[in-house]
Structures are given as structure tokens and as C-alpha cells.
């Protein structure tokens, strides 16, 4: 400790008023710079009193936090754009209504808070150009082609989200599985249990007999998203 003193004194690399100090501490820092602690009269604040060479490195430590600063900012700016869904140029049309949009992400949410249903629930998909159909809307992050059309995979009556279940409820218990997959995760890890043990298996709607998990993985995989399924009663595996 260089200097301690209770009268108001002068330093020559402090940048403050010293007319204006209580008190006023100067020391070393680690560095082998001066720094200067002061307390005023009017508040109970403190300042730094700094030397030249302990303000120019702070500056170069502002300036490299403000270049990583910007190297993180473009980086994200980067995985935005990477995430923004490209608008069709075709409209997309809602099956119930005369609702048209070229967003796919409006045109899901449309289903869902006007009509209660999902495309999966209402047998439609979205068919892009170059040939991937969707139900969902992480399609149109990535294609560079992104021109949808609204096809009916499955007829008969939309499916509502508040609707009576229509997939058949597990062998033992009330829970009601939504895909195959489920159905063979929901006995295995629930109940310890499998389709052949309770000799039941599932059909899918193209004839598809799904016995077990290993046999769901032999199935399209774009059918896989259409798997459904259906009723298990005389559907017994001798």
C-alpha cells in the first residue's frame, strides 16, 4: 500500500477531481499497475482511479468481447436462416373450408384451432416436388424446392383431436397407443409384456401384420407414418 490518507490529495494518473475525495487508497495490482480506490462526499459510490496502461488494456478487452460478440451474432443469424420455412408457390387448401395460404405452418395451424384435427388425423399430407411427403411443417426448413400439394392419403371421415379413440386400447390396461410402435414400447416397458405373449398382433391399413418390433422395421417407411392400428378383436396369433 503506497498511500492512505484521509485529506483530499492529488495523483497524477487519476482522472478524477481530487478536490472532491474523502478518502483515497492507492495500491499495486498484479499487473504491476497503479489503481486508486475514492469515495466522494456527496454519495457512497466508488470509483476506480486507473493508470494509462491498465486503461488501454481494458479498451483491447472491450474490443475483443465486441468482435466475439459479433462473431456469435452472425452465427446466429446463420441457424435462423437456416430455420426459416420457404413459402410454397403453390396455395394450400384447407378439405373443409375455403381457407388458402402458401405457409405451411399456418396451414397445419389452421387444422388445428378451426377444425380440431392434424393432417395425420384427417388422411392428408403435403407433397413437395421433389417427391418427400410430410405431415408436419420440418420439411420446408430444408428443401431448397419447397412447392407443396395437398393430398388425401386415407378416405372416409376427418378425425377430430377430441374424438372417441379409434385405435384399439392395450390388452391390459386402458391406455391407448397411437402407432405401432407405441402399441409394441407400451406392453414392453409397461407391462414387461409382448404382442406374441398376448398372441394378438396389429394390421396396418395396407395388410402389414406387425408381430413384434423387429418386424415394423421390414415395413415402407413412408407408409410408416400412416400406420394405424386396427381393431385386435379375432385377430388372435395361434
Do not use: M
Not at 26 to 35: A, D, E, I, S, T
Not at 124 to 134: I, K, P
Amino acid at each position: 500500500r503506497l498511500a492512505n490518507s484521509h485529506t483530499a490529495v492529488s495523483c497524477p494518473l487519476s482522472r478524477i477531481n481530487t478536490r472532491q475525495l474523502v478518502n483515497f487508497s492507492l495500491f499495486r495490482n498484479k499487473q504491476g499497475g497503479l489503481l486508486g480506490e475514492t469515495r466522494f462526499f456527496s454519495t457512497s459510490q466508488r470509483a476506480c482511479c486507473i493508470s494509462d496502461e491498465h486503461l488501454a488494456k481494458s479498451e483491447r478487452d472491450l474490443e475483443t468481447r465486441k468482435s466475439l460478440n459479433d462473431e456469435v451474432s452472425r452465427s446466429i443469424s446463420a441457424t435462423k436462416k437456416h430455420r426459416l420455412k420457404k413459402k410454397s408457390d403453390k396455395e394450400l387448401t384447407c378439405p373443409e373450408c375455403e381457407y388458402r395460404t402458401q405457409s405451411v405452418p399456418c396451414w397445419i395451424n389452421h387444422l388445428r384451432r378451426k377444425h380440431s384435427t392434424t393432417p395425420a388425423l384427417a388422411g392428408l399430407a403435403l407433397l413437395c416436388e421433389c417427391g418427400h411427403e410430410s405431415i408436419s411443417e420440418y420439411h420446408s426448413y430444408h428443401c431448397t424446392i419447397g412447392n407443396f400439394t395437398v393430398i388425401r392419403k386415407r378416405e372416409g371421415p376427418i378425425r377430430r383431436l377430441d374424438s372417441q379413440k379409434e385405435t384399439p386400447p392395450c390388452v391390459l390396461c386402458d391406455a391407448y397407443p397411437t402407432t405401432p410402435l407405441g402399441y409394441v414400447h407400451h406392453l414392453h416397458t409397461q407391462h414387461s409384456s409382448t404382442l406374441r405373449k398376448n398372441q394378438v398382433f396389429l394390421i396396418c391399413e395396407c395388410g402389414f401384420e406387425v408381430r413384434g418390433e423387429h418386424s415394423l422395421l421390414k415395413h415402407n417407411k413412408k407408409v410408416w407414418i400412416y400406420l394405424r392400428p386396427s381393431s385386435l378383436s379375432n385377430l388372435f396369433h395361434k
